[in-house]
T-cell receptor, first 112, second 117 residues
């Protein structure tokens, strides 16, 4: 079946530090992979996506590469800002039109 | 940019009461979803809906839950007799079946926080 395992939080960093949030997945077929972000008091917003092996999704300085050999989709950012403080969710969508499978979410707090 | 809107943003109800959570998906989208997130926990799938019928539902979506698209714009989730454990944030989402449909991300609303007392 489909599932997503995400790095446990919370993650606390100083501004300008390097960020990695690990995400691995189990899937049948060829899933698409997503990172969603939830800012305090808001809904889930799509951050980036990748639809096939070796694709790199990127947005707002965040990047993630779809690694089929390691079944991973780790989120990275070279220099975090206070405004990046949020909960980050890794998710996959299977090869049929259907639901997203979410990881547990990782709370990121960035201090000035 | 078009967005999914949900009302109300916060609903308080007493145990045993019926609640209806409302969503207006993005206008040209055809697939609709409800998810919930109990405080501090995982985002859980409830149900997906296409062509006026349920296409998939989870084990959480029991007989107490129902969904409806009563007109061309609204998509509702009804809980018939709320329980304390139904307290959660409920998210509506929609997507459009593009050519490579499994690539389509889901677009989420800001959620309705349901508190059952």
């Amino acid at each position: 079946g489909n599932s997503v395992t995400q790095m446990e939080g919370p993650v606390t960093l100083s501004e300008e530090a390097f960020l990695t949030i690990n995400c691995t997945y189990t899937a049948t077929g060829y899933p698409s992979l997503f990172w969603y972000v939830q800012y305090p008091g808001e809904g889930l917003q799509l951050l980036l996506k990748a639809t096939k092996a070796d694709d790199k999704g990127s947005n707002k300085g965040f990047e993630a590469t779809y690694r089929k050999e390691t079944t991973s989709f780790h989120l990275e950012k070279g220099s975090v800002q206070v405004s990046d403080s949020a909960v980050y969710f890794c998710a996959l969508k299977g090869s049929t039109l259907g639901r997203l499978y979410f990881g547990r979410g990782t709370q990121l707090t960035v201090w000035p | 940019e078009p967005e999914v809107t949900q009302t109300p943003s916060h609903q308080v109800t007493q145990m045993g009461q019926e609640v209806i959570l409302r969503c207006v998906p993005i206008s040209n989208h055809l697939y609709f979803y409800w998810y919930r997130q109990i405080l501090g926990q995982k985002v859980e799938f409830l149900v997906s809906f296409y062509n006026n019928e349920i296409s998939e539902k989870s084990e959480i979506f029991d007989d107490q839950f129902s969904v409806e698209r009563p007109d061309g714009s609204n998509f509702t989730l009804k809980i018939r007799s709320t329980k304390l454990e139904d307290s959660a944030m409920y998210f509506c989402a929609s997507t459009y079946p593009a050519e490579s449909s499994y690539n389509s991300p889901l677009h989420f609303g800001n959620g309705t926080r349901l508190t059952v007392t």
